[in-house]
């Protein structure tokens, strides 16, 4: 079960080293594919690797992607980015999945043809959209921040001329793997660091790119409305948000960032309204968080202390749904409770000792 593992670049000298080095006894072979660096980018490559390629950036990631794909020769395909790593310690286990699947696969129609991985999108910030703390964690790369954003994501699927990336920008390759197969899901990381530098005008940057590119379907309008409010652009966001609703009036995910939104606005009607068409669609932590957040903004705290606990329940390591209940418990004199759920928001997320004094 041999991989290629398939990367574009463009002047990351200063995260390619750890990211090659992450790699190197997973692949069988690494495709390099450079879009115009400047910088040594390529001189750190061919330190790796002598399948190098060039291609002209063209604005579309997907195109970059599969150029890459086009030079690949072994049995899988493994993608991933510069400014991300692969633990050492999963190469085995990835191993060991690509040859259960050949068994599983041998007699079915169906095939597993692709698995998806968690990319995690370290961050030292509070109030990320579905944070989850590194405290406990085992992997050394997380060492690096205080906790992540989790997002699923297919990274190893089969070498078949058939799959494909599609979409200019938030490329991605599983529709033309479920036309054709199966998705495994596994819980194996992608330690992804570039959102612990993130600048706005590169999301900017990104959100133009998507707009020009758009098929103007409803995820991606959600998509596009995150980002803008990724960057507090909350009224272009918001018009985005109803281009998809529009278009998918039960996409419980676009209700949810219209809930959101419509918090930061001081809107707490509209926020109510929104929030609870997301929880007639589905179960979601930040569903509740901000069910909670209204609630208590409308001093009806019972209500908010049900929702973060709910919250909680579902996401028992996320420190902004520890420290709301805890401002909860304190506008209602509940003192010890307030100090243990502040306590708690503090270990999962040190950020959250810049605000509070024990």
């Not at 985005?240 to 949810?256: G, R, T, V």
């Not at 996401?315 to 502040?342: C, I, M, Q, V, W």
Request: charged share 25%; proline share 2%.
């Amino acid at each position: 079960m041999s991989i290629s593992a398939c990367i574009i670049a463009k002047n990351n000298e200063k995260t390619l080293q750890q990211c090659l080095e992450s790699i190197r006894k997973l692949a069988d072979e690494i495709i390099f594919v450079d879009t115009g660096s400047t910088d040594k980018t390529i001189s750190i490559a061919k330190k790796f690797t002598g399948r190098i390629f060039h291609f002209k950036w063209n604005n579309s990631f997907s195109d970059a992607r599969n150029f890459a794909l086009s030079h690949a020769t072994k049995d899988w395909i493994f993608y991933i980015d510069t400014d991300e790593a692969l633990s050492k310690k999963n190469i085995p286990k990835i191993k060991e999945m690509l040859i259960e699947a050949s068994e599983l696969n041998k007699g079915e129609k169906s095939q597993i043809l692709g698995f998806s991985m968690i990319q995690r999108n370290y961050t030292n910030k509070i109030g990320g959209f579905g944070f989850v703390s590194c405290k406990n964690d085992r992997y050394a790369e997380s060492k690096v921040a205080h906790g992540y954003v989790p997002r699923r994501m297919v990274r190893l699927f089969k070498n078949d001329k058939r799959i494909r990336f599609e979409n200019a920008i938030h490329e991605s390759v599983e529709s033309s793997i479920l036309e054709l197969g199966k998705i495994a899901e596994t819980n194996i990381p992608v330690h992804h660091f570039g959102s612990l530098s993130a600048k706005p005008e590169k999301t900017r940057f990104y959100i133009e790119m998507e707009k020009k590119n758009s098929k103007k379907d409803f995820f991606q309008e959600y998509q596009i409305a995150a980002q803008l409010h990724g960057i507090n652009e909350l009224d272009e966001a918001l018009k985005h948000l109803e281009l998809s609703l529009s278009k998918n009036p039960i996409f419980a995910l676009a209700w949810l960032e219209k809930g959101i939104i419509m918090v930061k606005k001081g809107n707490f009607q509209e926020a109510m309204f929104s929030l609870h068409k997301a929880e007639s669609l589905q179960e979601h932590p930040m569903t509740y968080d901000h069910l909670g957040i209204v609630y208590g903004q409308l001093g009806e705290f019972q209500k908010a202390i049900d929702y973060f606990k709910k919250a909680i329940a579902l996401s028992p390591d996320n420190a902004d749904f520890h420290f709301n209940l805890a401002l909860t418990y304190d506008k209602l004199g509940l003192r010890e409770d307030a100090y243990h759920e502040l306590k708690t928001a503090v270990f999962l997320n040190p950020k959250y000792s810049e605000f509070v004094k024990f």
